[in-house]
């Protein structure tokens, strides 16, 4: 009996995500409107209010989805390079943020109590990207002294700048993935070793050209 509820709120619940993923991914986040939500999900309004209490929960417990959908991709990445999965992983980041956009704007802005940065998508990304950065310096590709969680923070903190702006519309995800694949670069290149140095470099410069270029454009556009 109890084994039979415990599926029976499963089920709910998992129904009750995915009708708030549609309306959040075509209408936004004020089209998810608990009374509409509930008429979608096929339960009564106070029943939806007993597994998710504001949109808030609700948008949380889509962070933890997109959370358990980036250690999925993590798993799967061909990359055996320390160096090319930590650039790998951090793409995957902003890759499960950015699709849907109508969803992934209000997953990007933190919740109201809680540090930027400290979510579930950004804790995923940081473990990966400190297992990653001690496999780097064990390898001589990075600088023995580096501390992995202080340069997972640093490399994670540049995202937490500007995925906000895109979520709140300031600036385009092209612009988004350049600045924060640009400013990467600059930490991997930071704490370099001489052998990792020449190909850590050639990066950079490639992450420049292509911020430059994004930069000319949107002042042609502002002209």
């Given at each position: 009996?109890?084994?039979?509820?415990?599926?029976?709120?499963?089920?709910?619940?998992?129904?009750?995500?995915?009708?708030?993923?549609?309306?959040?991914?075509n209408?936004?986040?004020?089209?998810?409107?608990?009374?509409?939500?509930?008429?979608?999900?096929?339960?009564?309004?106070?029943?939806?209010?007993?597994y998710?209490?504001?949109?808030?929960?609700?948008?949380?417990?889509?962070?933890?989805?997109?959370?358990?959908?980036l250690?999925?991709?993590?798993?799967?990445?061909e990359?055996?390079?320390?160096?090319?999965?930590?650039?790998?992983?951090?793409?995957?980041?902003?890759g499960?943020?950015?699709s849907?956009?109508?969803?992934?704007?209000?997953?990007?802005?933190?919740?109201?109590?809680?540090?930027?940065?400290?979510?579930?998508?950004?804790l995923?990304?940081?473990?990966?990207l400190?297992?990653?950065?001690?496999?780097?310096?064990a390898?001589?590709?990075?600088v023995?002294?580096?501390?992995?969680?202080?340069?997972?923070?640093?490399?994670?903190?540049?995202?937490?700048?500007?995925?906000?702006?895109?979520?709140?519309?300031?600036?385009?995800?092209?612009?988004?993935?350049?600045?924060?694949?640009?400013?990467?670069?600059?930490?991997?290149?930071?704490?370099?070793?001489?052998?990792?140095?020449?190909?850590?470099?050639?990066?950079?410069?490639?992450?420049?050209?292509?911020?430059s270029?994004?930069?000319?454009?949107?002042?042609?556009?502002?002209?």
């Amino acid at each position: 009996m109890a084994g039979r509820r415990e599926q029976n709120m499963r089920r709910r619940k998992r129904r009750i995500l995915e009708a708030a993923t549609k309306l959040i991914s075509n209408g936004g986040i004020e089209a998810c409107t608990m009374r509409e939500l509930a008429r979608r999900s096929r339960l009564d309004v106070t029943t939806l209010y007993n597994y998710y209490g504001s949109k808030e929960e609700i948008l949380e417990a889509l962070r933890r989805s997109g959370a358990r959908k980036l250690e999925r991709r993590i798993a799967q990445l061909e990359e055996t390079d320390p160096v090319d999965r930590i650039r790998a992983i951090v793409d995957l980041m902003l890759g499960v943020r950015e699709s849907p956009a109508g969803l992934a704007r209000p997953i990007n802005l933190p919740g109201p109590r809680r540090r930027p940065g400290t979510g579930p998508i950004e804790l995923v990304a940081k473990t990966q990207l400190e297992d990653e950065l001690r496999r780097a310096s064990a390898e001589g590709d990075l600088v023995a002294s580096v501390d992995p969680e202080q340069m997972a923070l640093v490399i994670l903190g540049h995202s937490v700048v500007w995925l906000p702006l895109w979520a709140r519309r300031v600036i385009d995800a092209e612009e988004t993935a350049a600045r924060v694949g640009h400013l990467v670069s600059l930490c991997l290149l930071a704490v370099a070793t001489d052998q990792s140095r020449p190909r850590l470099e050639q990066a950079m410069l490639e992450s420049q050209g292509r911020l430059s270029a994004l930069d000319a454009e949107l002042e042609a556009a502002a002209v």
